[in-house]
């Protein structure tokens, strides 16, 4: 009789075990599960299920964390509903999210990565599919919004089947009643502290710490955010630290919420390790296949200020000895993104590597800012030390004459399949004075 008592419990807890597919990894304020015709409180730690609901107060913000290691963060006044979440391989693994009023924020996992064909969210006029990225989901009455901050996402409308894409730092809004869909620019910034940093940053990382996790104010109004700890931030005082991830917005509907590690429910899988980035504040543009590449913002007054470009995880810059080796030319294409002064903006590059001859020429595209157009045709040479660009030609009907500064670059990849660098240019204006631009750039190619 004890034996099959013990076998019947263990039979229960192993269910129970089986069907958490999530844990609620913090919550602020009152929220509610619903689950079937039961109806509980959410607490730290609860285990979600598959078919869930969860239904947040007006004051309420939720974090949630699935065994892919998808967050999922729930803001106020929503019902936000997981009818359907399996993870497996590839073939297997899929998700759906319902939002049927509200607002939440969510960075996929490795489902998002190894079968993100079959990762939808559905609301009640429209369905959003992802490729992997961080986005936002609002929901209000007949209005869907669709702002992606990193990655790119989609949305396909119910009544007509057309299919919009949303690509990083665009934003789509639909009204099924007027039938209107529109596409907005979206400011991103996406903040990471760095772990394990050199020494010397360690009080500049204190003071973004400290920065990061106010929740009183120390963040920038108006700004959603979502807080992750990754386990391996130090202080001086040995004090685990946060990443956070910013999209300025006009909805306060998500703020602040810690993510401890300790939080992380069973089975997941592995641990989170988001991508680290240096410190004290990046405004990210994009990645390539090699860099990521944007430009710094000040910590106190978030004016933008320095561009960067750092080669992704895995990658190194192509030795010069190799470089040296390489016959032939190779041709790159990629994005840019560029600021002056307050603005920002984006473009595209063009360049071209002749190895043979150490000669490099290209282009930069689209380059408008402030109302001056930059386009221009530029040469320069390719040494040990890096690409090198000092002569620039203004080309079709440009806003800028005489315009001179420099770009620099390096190759990346083990047959330099990727270029990217930074560039500061000044010129004068037609309709008279001076302006200057600076900016960053990622491209790619088949190599030499």
Request: aromatic share 6%; proline share 3%; glycine share 10%.
């Amino acid at each position: 009789m004890v034996t099959r008592i013990l076998l019947i419990v263990l039979l229960v807890v192993s269910s129970q075990a089986y069907a958490s597919i999530a844990t609620v990894a913090a919550i602020k304020g009152e929220a509610n599960i619903l689950r079937a015709d039961q109806k509980l409180p959410v607490h730290m730690g609860d285990a979600l299920e598959e078919k869930d609901q969860i239904k947040t107060g007006p004051n309420t913000k939720v974090q949630l964390i699935f065994k892919d290691r998808t967050i999922v963060t729930i803001g106020k006044n929503t019902l936000f509903s997981i009818p359907q979440y399996v993870y497996g391989d590839a073939k297997t693994s899929k998700v759906q999210f319902h939002l049927s009023k509200g607002v939440f924020k969510s960075m996929t996992g490795k489902i998002g990565a190894i079968a993100k064909q079959r990762f939808k969210i559905k609301t009640a006029t429209a369905t959003i599919g992802i490729r992997g990225t961080i986005y936002i989901v609002r929901v209000n009455g007949d209005k869907t919004q669709l702002s992606t901050l990193d990655g790119a996402t989609y949305m396909q409308l119910n009544s007509n089947g057309k299919v919009y894409d949303v690509p990083a730092g665009k934003s789509l809004k639909y009204d099924a009643k007027t039938g209107r869909v529109s596409l907005q620019n979206l400011t991103i910034k996406t903040v990471m502290i760095q772990k394990d940093p050199p020494q010397s940053d360690k009080e500049q990382l204190e003071d973004a710490i400290q920065a990061q996790t106010d929740d009183s104010g120390g963040a920038q109004a108006g700004h959603d955010s979502l807080l992750l700890n990754v386990g391996n931030v130090k202080t001086d005082d040995d004090n685990s630290g946060d990443v956070q991830l910013e999209s300025q917005t006009n909805d306060s509907s998500i703020n602040s919420i810690v993510l401890s590690q300790t939080n992380l429910p069973a089975g997941t899988d592995e641990q989170i390790n988001q991508t680290t980035i240096s410190i004290p504040y990046q405004v990210v543009a994009g990645q390539d296949n090699y860099n990521e590449y944007g430009y710094w913002a000040d910590k106190n007054s978030a004016q933008l200020t320095t561009p960067f470009t750092n080669p992704l995880s895995g990658i190194s810059q192509t030795p010069a000895a190799s470089i040296d080796g390489f016959s032939g030319s190779a041709a790159y294409t990629g994005n840019l993104v560029a600021i002056s002064g307050t603005e920002h903006t984006t473009g595209s590059i063009l360049m071209q590597v002749d190895f043979g001859t150490k000669a490099v020429s290209g282009a930069l595209n689209d380059l408008t800012i402030n109302g001056n157009k930059w386009d221009n045709n530029f040469t320069g040479s390719l040494s040990s030390s890096g690409i090198s660009v000092t002569h620039f030609t203004p080309k079709n009907t440009p806003s800028m004459s005489s315009i001179s500064g420099s770009l620099n670059g390096q190759l990346y990849g083990n047959n330099a399949q990727g270029v990217a660098g930074t560039f500061n240019l000044s010129g004068t204006k037609i309709s008279g004075g001076s302006a200057s631009v600076s900016g960053s750039y990622a491209a790619k190619g088949d190599g030499p």
